[in-house]
């Protein structure tokens, strides 16, 4: 876990001209101090903003560029976040459909509860993506919009830290800061091949540039392009391993392969040392190469004949604005923003089996358009104790329009007040936030911050979030922290959609009622937002040499918004109409903990943890996704000389369990389906070498003792066998610069 610096980089741009200016006299002056003309001067601690202070917490840590380009992700930043403690890779849900299309999970709380933000904004394109009768989506998530080479450093911020962001961040924040423009002309060029030993897995191959430039004395500028290339897995990768359609090709598939371009702009100009005003503009597109996953694996002749096609495409346009203040009486921030996400795929099946696979009838674009403003000052001051106070405020409008997913029809009597077909395909919510917070310095030991958000929405309407964060330095190198926050999300624009409605022929219904004409699921417009506690206490000890913490978290969690087997009324065909609608209780509790030892001058190891004690629904009992029991990250870099660098690295994964349970039938599993995955390892070996200032080079290995896992279908079939886990692979990757 990386240190952040106590105090504003200008105090410290300012100890550190003292400090240089001292050594300089010392050097040149004439006249030598005696011992007795020596006086040591106290240490001046200057405090910070609350967000400054919160990212000290237990559950947070940085990822670093020098750590990314020890360990470059072979093609999504998750690849690299999941190492930290409390991170995971899932689905949506513990069913296991999407199997390979993991997002970031923190401390269990599913993906949709972790909050990515690119350079401290939102970026939410996930929810343009139809979101499936179990809580699933097709979508890798939001984590790869950002190539690796172009990260400044990525923030993952756990628990009651995280609360202070707003809907969305009851699991955490990933915020990914890019690389600013530098104050000389620089550029560079990188290329990075990653190749797997079985030729059945997907290759990758990318390529990104970066030009910084100061265009005046006021004004600089910086742009990255980017290209990523991986192929999809064999469309037999799981044989053997997965039930055979008529066939006898695999009802499983393995991972899909992407084909991404990026481009970005960032302009900022600094007219004087107190303000800063940037302008980021910037233009993505991912593509997929289909692999043949489909969501309940029920292919077809038409499904199978794209396979290595491309059947999904995701264009993300943005624009920002923002103003930095730096003044005599504090600090300012003011941003605003515009995302705007096209989802355009091969239309999906909305109805039984076929839910979630491509059907033959064209494509369709879904638009989700976001504008978010934000504002806050920090203000220092002395009433009783230093403090630091913020007030911030924030507005979002989102829309969503999406012909496809709203196509579902149906025959007989009436759902509510949507019509039998061409019912409106857009949905909206506008949200405003006030927050305030305050940095208390107690004592000399003691810190204290408290903070209150309120959130309001034109659909859901308000939600308070108050906060406490505590730091107490018992001594010189040991330090408690802990910390307790109400986090939220509110209900996305699918699930509180009355327009949207999705259909089961009678095998997703629940069984122990009469499945005559299947069950209808419709949309919601009156669910109350999902609401956590989250807590978290521990500490940190750093004697200066080496430094260890441990943290214990708990998520109390309720309110969670689940597809609900509930019947409200039936059809005249018999069929069954069911809404969303928000569920009973839930729990996550575990431990985490780091340790870093120096074990030579060139030899660092850096360990962590995650336990994982509970993360379940309180009510059945059944786990809110599949994870690791526990997870043991652990790194040696050994850094020979100034050009030549190793490393080993290791990461063991403890148990994973599936569901018990078929929450939609109501039928308790058995079989396959309670298959549970045994702990194992994967050890990776590389070795990085500079040629000059200008060229670098790094080869290595992943999974050097080939530890493989195959998709053998979704939880209700195959359990915990819900991913496929790559094989050795090797990689190199090579940077000129100028």
């Not at 003292?18 to 004439?30: E, M």
């Amino acid at each position: 876990m990386s240190h952040t610096p106590f105090f504003p980089l200008q105090y410290a741009a300012v100890a550190v001209a003292l400090a240089l200016s001292g050594t300089a006299l010392a050097q040149t002056g004439t006249q030598a101090q005696n011992a007795s003309q020596v006086q040591e001067m106290e240490a001046v601690q200057v405090l910070g903003t609350a967000e400054q202070e919160i990212k000290e917490s237990l559950g947070v840590s940085v990822i670093t560029a020098e750590e990314i380009m020890r360990r470059p992700a072979t093609n999504d930043l998750a690849d690299i976040i999941r190492r930290e403690p409390g991170v995971n890779l899932t689905g949506n849900s513990a069913s296991g459909a999407r199997g390979n299309s993991r997002q970031i999970d923190i401390r269990g709380m599913g993906p949709e509860n972790t909050l990515i933000l690119i350079d401290g904004k939102p970026t939410t394109s996930r929810n343009a993506v139809r979101y499936g009768w179990n809580g699933d989506r097709d979508t890798r998530g939001d984590s790869n919009w950002v190539p690796a080479e172009e990260v400044e450093r990525i923030e993952v911020i756990r628990g009651p830290a995280a609360a202070r962001y707003g809907s969305g961040a009851m699991g955490g924040v990933v915020n990914i800061i890019t690389k600013r423009p530098g104050d000389k002309a620089s550029g560079s060029v990188t290329y990075y091949h990653n190749q797997p030993e079985d030729s059945k897995e997907g290759h990758t191959n990318r390529v990104n540039f970066h030009v910084s430039s100061p265009i005046t004395d006021t004004l600089s500028m910086r742009v990255y392009g980017n290209y990523n290339k991986t192929q999809p897995d064999a469309r037999d990768i799981n044989a053997g391993r997965a039930t055979t359609d008529d066939t006898g090709i695999p009802d499983t598939a393995g991972r899909e392969g992407v084909v991404n371009k990026d481009m970005n702009a960032l302009f900022s100009w600094r007219p004087d040392r107190s303000n800063t005003v940037d302008l980021d503009l910037g233009f993505s597109r991912q593509g997929n190469l289909f692999a043949g996953d489909t969501m309940n694996n029920v292919n077809s002749e038409f499904s199978d004949s794209l396979y290595g096609s491309e059947t999904n495409a995701m264009y993300r346009e943005n624009y920002a604005l923002t103003h930095r203040g730096d003044y005599d009486w504090g600090t300012s921030r003011a941003s605003i923003g515009y995302d705007y996400t096209r989802n355009a795929r091969q239309a999906e099946g909305l109805a039984g089996g076929p839910e979630g696979a491509p059907v033959d009838q064209g494509w369709s674009t879904a638009r989700l358009r976001n504008l978010r403003a934000s504002g806050e000052v920090n203000v220092p001051f002395n009433l009783g104790f230093e403090q630091v106070a913020t007030v911030g405020v924030e507005w979002l409008r989102e829309s969503l329009d999406d012909p496809s997913g709203t196509r579902q029809t149906y025959s007989s009597g009436s759902i509510g007040n949507i019509g039998y077909e061409n019912r409106d395909s857009k949905s909206k919510q506008s949200s405003y936030a006030i927050f305030l917070e305050d940095n208390i310095e107690v004592n000399d030991r003691t810190i204290l911050t408290p903070g209150v958000r309120m959130d309001h929405s034109n659909e859901f309407g308000s939600n308070w979030s108050p906060s406490l964060n505590a730091s107490y330095d018992v001594t010189d190198a040991l330090r408690l922290k802990g910390g307790i926050a109400r986090a939220y999300k509110a209900p996305n624009l699918y699930q509180s959609n009355p327009n949207y409605l999705l259909y089961s022929r009678g095998n997703g219904c629940l069984a122990s009622e009469t499945n005559s004409g299947g069950c209808y699921l419709v949309g919601n417009e009156n669910l109350s937002p999902e609401t956590s506690v989250n807590k978290e206490i521990g500490f940190e000890y750093d004697p200066g040499t080496w430094r260890v913490s441990a943290a214990y978290f708990r998520n109390d969690y309720k309110n969670k918004i689940v597809a609900d087997t509930t019947m409200l009324y039936r059809l005249p065909n018999g069929a069954r109409v069911l809404q969303w609608s928000n569920s009973g209780k839930a729990v996550v509790e575990g431990l985490e903990g780091n340790l870093f030892v120096p074990l030579t001058p060139d030899l660092d190891w850096n360990t962590n943890f995650t336990y994982m004690i509970q993360s379940k629904n309180k009510t059945t009992g059944e786990p809110l996704s599949i994870i690791p029991e526990y997870t043991i990250n652990s790194t040696l870099d050994w850094f020979y000389n100034e050009q030549l660098s190793f490393q080993a690295n290791v990461t063991y994964y403890g148990k994973q369990t599936g569901p018990s349970f078929n929450a939609r039938t109501g039928e308790a599993l058995s079989g396959d389906g309670l298959n549970t995955v045994s702990p194992y390892a994967l050890v990776g070996l590389s070795a990085g070498y500079e040629v000059s200032k200008n060229l670098r080079f790094r080869i290595g290995v992943a999974n050097l003792f080939d530890k493989r896992l195959y998709r053998e279908g979704n939880a209700t079939s195959a359990g915990a066998y819900t991913y496929n886990e790559p094989g050795r692979a090797y990689y190199a990757t090579m940077t000129a610069s100028f």
